[in-house]
């Protein structure tokens, strides 16, 4: 039995179409009179954008319905889901506290607030029904003014135990007017101890070696193999690893094909970068993590070897993993441990 660890996962974008369109209806929101029937809202929900800009537009929309008060039903919700049908041992779920916070407060109050966030989406997420090993990741956020990221930086390293790395999102273009800023916020945060992820070489506008130095791993990173390959010997010295999302990049627009990304794959496993297969926005999609997986097999992108290594990479690479082995080697003992107990019986019937 094989029970797997997602990575890169935003919390945003991991609410899948029927419970935030059930959402809507119970809490009478305007978004259910545009949409009474659930197939139409599916539709709005998921479809492809043409830019990665476009796309990220959606977030806002259930990041304005994710509040102190709502948190707890989208997060039980989510782990319910991961449990039961993606059999997900270790999840890192991340997002931008601030952008939880009331928007009418100003800017000092929102930050005081974001601790609150934090406090209430680890809490939410400890489910004793459905036990999941879970951790945060804060993002810091393109759009966002310094102070804000700062505090946020600040935040992770004071609530490590809910907080197991920080990040940086909301488009990639936006990074370039502020690269010494991005790059301080990211020195700053390895100084404190704090583990490292980061949006970057997503797409064409995504290009920072800069900020490479800082990461232990790449939010995609995709561009790294397409159009950097002389950069891979370095992360793979580094042990820096690929958090690669399949589906989000034929949703952005970023890749017209799951089959350009087989060049990716090939690439980082001659080079001996790891890659950790992940789902990004798995509501948004509506495409679950074991699905990811299948659909990299059904294109050929990778062979079943090659998915057990990046199954592997996930547990090696993930922040808050307390186990050595990853939890399908411990299952594998515990059975043969009980084929053992189990043996005697047998040959007595015999
Ligand atoms: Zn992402």
Redesign the pocket.
Known sequence: MSLYAEL?R?LGGSVVPRVLWRYFHRSQSDLAQRFPEYPEFEEFYTRPRKTLDEYLELHTLVENVQSAKTLPYFIYRLIRGAYIFENLAYLELRYTPYLRTPDHLPQTERIDQMAQIVEIVGQASQLSEYPIVTSQILCMHSRLPYAVNRAIVELSAQNRTYVCGIDL?GGDAYYAERLDEFTELYAYARSLGLNTTG?VYETTDGSYPELLPYLMRI?HGIQIPLRYPELLPELAQQNQCLEV?PTTYLKTGTLEDIRQLKLVFDRCFEAGVDIAICT?NAGLHNVRLPFEYENLLTYDVIGFKELQACQDAAFKHAFAWPHRQRPASILTEVLREDEKVSEPAQSVVN
């Open positions: 890169h935003h999102a949006h939010g999302c990004d």
